[in-house]
């Protein structure tokens, strides 16, 4: 490299951005299971499961949506999803450090998914849109936020 070649500032996803790819990767885990036979992968991605979400929900409400509900003087959606992730967590305690054992173990990973997807439909049709047109909000500092955030979690969960 040249002097004059610049090292290119590490590209930071804005907030929305960043977690959308949070909800993708956790689908694909989700989608992943159901191809598992073996318990001891089962317990591996249910591991991977429960710490994605874990960390994606607590960013979510230490970061995102305290910013959201002020710049858009929500009284609704955010409240929802707060309960939401209450309701996911009581699923995620139910799967978590538990030995994978059959069909009522894969029923609740299955109906863990089917709730993501519903929360996840909910967050980026509502939220993440009104998110994006309010000009309150600014999305790239929170995306920062968001992921130094998520950095610090994961050192401390993985
Ligand atoms: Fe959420
Ligand atoms: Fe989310």
Redesign the pocket.
Known sequence: MTKLERVPAKKIPDATAL?KADHKEVNALFEEYETLKSNAKKKEVVKKICTALTI??QI??EI??PAVKLALKDKELIPE?AV??AT?ETLIAQIQDVEPDGEIFDAKVKVLGEYVKH??KE?QSQ?FAKAKESSKLDLSKLGEQLLRRKEELMATLA
């Open positions: 977690l994606h929900a979510e409400e995102f949506y999803a939401e992730h996911l929360h996840v967050e939220i």
